[in-house]
């Protein structure tokens, strides 16, 4: 029932997350377009920030049930919010779904999630691992030869074609697969391993989106002077040094000696993320901004879906995720016996460390995709569809 729920939310989270970049970069103009962007980070920032600090609060105090209640007068305010706002926000075109294409990607993006999650439980050369790595690479080889072939893709593989845009994408993707693991992993670290409650490690965790958030505005705007080129790279170098510095936390790690590398990663990823989706919504064509910005979402929740099950893979497989609840049983039963403690740390530090080295890598293959993209164009003109009367008012007003 849990897994059916957060499978409807995932439908609810890709209506939100692949328009909202499209309205912002059809409502401003180019020139002012990163300071928008980066506006729209700061809001996912302070979001997420705020996240972990109010789970650990409910989860500490009240029942684990109410982190799905309390989004519930949130997202009825979004809605009513909504409703009078977002009015002829974007010129549309009527185009077929292209169910075919949908199904082979979530079948090849799914599947390989499932065997990079189970693998470790069910053996990296078992029949079923073999069987979802074998579909999963079928079913996205085949992608390409259905979409050359459908009138209205849902991947327009001629976006693919220019490098800034190629680029950015896959920047995004690698950044995700890299960065959104912090969040995933440094739970274990703080919980299992250091005792701390749920409350203390979501107000550790916040220091990152926070400081993400104070970096997003700046970052964009400087994207909208200097472009996207330097700005992502360099973002995505600050970001890896930080998981490096994450890397090399232990067992008396001072709380100091926390924060400042999540803060240099936020910075990083501050610097990387709104001049990266700015250089993607310029480059593409007018008419296909909400496909592009759809395409941004993907490449942002491919990348946070495969950071959870590639660390979680490597944590489980090196016998960390055992250590840590045998530390969680020993503090439980008060069974602290120095060498059996000491020996449980480096069996939870082995793929803790291990996971992160590894996200490091990931990030700094992003820094040369992103050297990579050459230098920034003009987007493609295309087709314009005729407005009515009423939607050239309202988009007249929305743009004073």
């Not at 409502?27 to 377009?33: G, M, V, Y």
């Not at 250091?194 to 550790?204: E, H, P, T, V, Y």
């Not at 120095?338 to 069996?347: E, N, V």
Request: some cysteine; proline content about 4%.
């Amino acid at each position: 029932m849990l897994i059916a729920a957060r499978a409807f939310q995932g439908l609810g989270g890709a209506l939100l997350l692949s328009t909202n970049v499209a309205i912002i970069t059809d409502t401003f103009s180019a020139d002012n377009r990163g300071f928008a962007l980066g506006c729209n980070a700061v809001v996912i920032a302070l979001g997420s920030s705020a996240g972990p600090t109010l789970g650990g609060i409910i989860t500490e105090h009240w029942n684990w049930r109410w982190i799905f209640y309390v989004n519930l007068p949130i997202g009825i305010c979004g809605l009513v919010g909504s409703q009078r706002v977002l009015k002829h926000t974007l010129s549309t075109v009527r185009s077929r779904f292209d169910p075919l294409g949908a199904l082979l990607l979530a079948v090849s993006f799914a599947l390989l999630t499932l065997a990079l999650s189970f693998a470790p439980e069910w053996g990296w050369l078992s029949w079923r691992t073999a069987f979802c790595f074998f579909v999963s690479l079928a079913a996205l080889l085949t992608v390409p030869a259905v979409e050359s072939r459908v009138a209205n893709p849902i991947i327009d593989l001629g976006l693919l074609r220019n490098r800034v845009f190629t680029s950015a994408l896959v920047c995004m993707t690698l950044a995700m697969l890299a960065l959104f693991a912090i969040g995933f992993m440094l739970p274990f670290y703080f919980e299992e391993l250091r005792g701390f409650s749920a409350l203390r490690s979501g107000l550790f965790i916040t220091a990152l989106p926070l400081s993400l958030a104070f970096v997003a505005p700046m970052s964009g705007s400087l994207a909208d002077r200097f472009g996207s080129r330097w700005l992502a790279s360099g973002g995505l170098a600050i970001a890896c040094l930080g998981l490096v510095a994450l890397a090399r936390l232990n067992a008396q790690t001072s709380a100091w000696g926390i924060i400042w590398p999540l803060v240099l990663t936020g910075v990083g990823q501050g610097l990387f993320m709104t001049p990266n989706a700015r250089a993607l919504m310029n480059t593409a064509p007018s008419n296909e901004q909400g496909e592009s910005s759809g395409l941004l979402a993907t490449g942002r929740v491919l990348g946070q879906s495969l950071s959870v099950a590639l660390t979680g893979a490597i944590f489980a497989g090196l016998g960390s995720s055992e250590a840590g609840r045998s530390l969680v049983e020993a503090r439980a039963h008060s069974m602290v016996v120095p060498g059996h403690i000491t020996a449980l740390q480096a069996q939870f530090f082995t793929g803790f460390h291990a996971a992160l080295l590894v996200c490091a890598g990931i990030a700094a293959a992003g820094i040369f995709a992103a050297l990579t993209r050459g230098a920034e164009t003009q987007p493609v003109a295309g087709p314009v569809p005729r407005l009515t009367a009423i939607q050239q008012v309202q988009k007249l007003k929305t743009t004073l």
